[in-house]
């Protein structure tokens, strides 16, 4: 079970393609430590519990983020928790990169690229680029958790210099880069072939650091080789409503990130509870994909099952925008090729990877890229 607790909707930053809606909403420590209890009721015995600190810029909020976790192992020390947050970096500092490391508290911070890159969108509150402070963060974090994430935004505008991002990360010690597009952004078809062209380029970067054996996690590349080895359908990962719940600074309940403060996404709320009504609705909702997607070779591996990534494009979380469709389309394309690949050289580290680390049967990888 898994819970975001939506700590404020203010930011230090004023990103051209953030979608949160910037205003003056904290939450307090009750409702914190209220979510926590919801969340363990809502658990199984034996299952391990997810918490996640959002915003906004959760930072902003660090001592209700450290006693927050301090009070869910003194409250529930039998349970086993994950915590984590991703933040822009500007109020990382010494303490919080201990206290991640002391009580495994993962922290992904957000970075676009080299300063040219990050400084197009990401500004701050005096429109000033924030490249060079993200940058120093970004390398205490990496001191104290060397396997910590970045993330990357891609926007049309800078899509053209992706692939040069991704080796800037990579260079700057980041092994585990995830990347996503602007679901909202305008993007054009000629702004989609220049971006099938950088992950090309990315692809090339990929195979070239895994036949060195040097480690390198990309996403989308490797969740989508790991669901091509594996079979694993996609609808299998969607837990709209059931596994996952989101809680505004109120204590309101959504059932995702995109959702939240939407009237018609309500589910409840803490000191009530969850309306099983409602939920059920929304996670039916959920599952009518497009009518369109039916019959798609690509149905089970696509993201079409993602509510978040559907509303952030069309507007309905049940309906798959064109822009997802062809992007799922090159993703998977680009990442089956490099499988392929791998696996005729019978690369330990990609093997190791997807058997080991992801999944435990390692025939399916026999059976599927052979």
């Not at 053209?160 to 679901?183: A, Q, W």
């Not at 997802?324 to 089956?336: K, L, P, V």
Request: contains cysteine; proline residues 3%.
């Amino acid at each position: 079970m898994n819970i975001t607790l939506h700590l404020t909707n203010s930011c230090n930053l004023k990103c051209s393609y953030c979608f949160v809606d910037k205003c003056e909403r904290f939450m307090d420590r009750m409702t914190a430590f209220k979510a926590v209890d919801f969340v363990v009721r809502r658990s199984l015995e034996k299952e391990n519990i997810g918490i996640s600190f959002y915003g906004g810029e959760p930072l902003l909020m660090k001592n209700l983020i450290y006693d927050t976790v301090l009070y869910s192992k003194a409250r529930y020390p039998d349970r086993r928790f994950s915590f984590s947050l991703t933040t822009n970096g500007l109020l990382l500092d010494e303490q919080m990169c201990l206290f991640a490391k002391n009580f495994g508290l993962l922290i992904a911070i957000s970075i676009d690229g080299d300063k040219n890159v990050h400084d197009m969108c990401r500004v701050d509150l005096n429109s000033q680029g924030s490249h060079e402070r993200v940058v120093n963060a970004a390398k205490m974090l990496l001191k104290y958790k060397p396997n910590a994430v970045c993330m990357a935004t891609v926007n049309p505008e800078t899509a053209p210099y992706l692939s040069d991002s991704v080796k800037y990360l990579y260079d700057l010690g980041f092994t585990y880069v995830v990347c996503t597009i602007n679901h909202f952004a305008p993007w054009t078809d000629e702004d989609l072939r220049v971006l099938k062209e950088e992950y090309g380029r990315i692809a090339d970067l990929y195979y070239e650091k895994t036949i060195k054996e040097d480690k390198f996690y990309f996403a989308p590349f490797d969740i989508k080789i790991s669901n091509y080895i594996f079979n694993k359908s996609s609808k299998e990962t969607c837990s709209l409503g059931e596994r996952h719940i989101s809680v505004t600074p109120e204590g309101d309940l959504y059932p995702c990130l995109q959702l939240v403060d939407r009237d018609e996404y309500h589910l409840g709320h803490l000191d009530t509870g969850i309306s099983d009504e409602k939920r059920k609705k929304v996670h039916e909702l959920s599952k009518s994909i497009a009518s369109d997607c039916e019959g798609c070779a690509l149905y089970d591996r696509c993201r079409n099952y993602c509510s978040c990534a559907n509303i952030s494009a069309s507007g309905y979380i049940d309906k798959v925008s064109p822009l997802q469709c062809e992007h799922e389309r090159m993703i998977i394309e680009i990442s089956d090729t490099i499988a392929r690949k791998l696996y005729k050289k019978k690369n330990a580290l990609f093997i190791h990877k997807h058997s080991n680390e992801m999944y435990p049967i390692i025939s399916a990888i026999e059976d599927k890229l052979k």
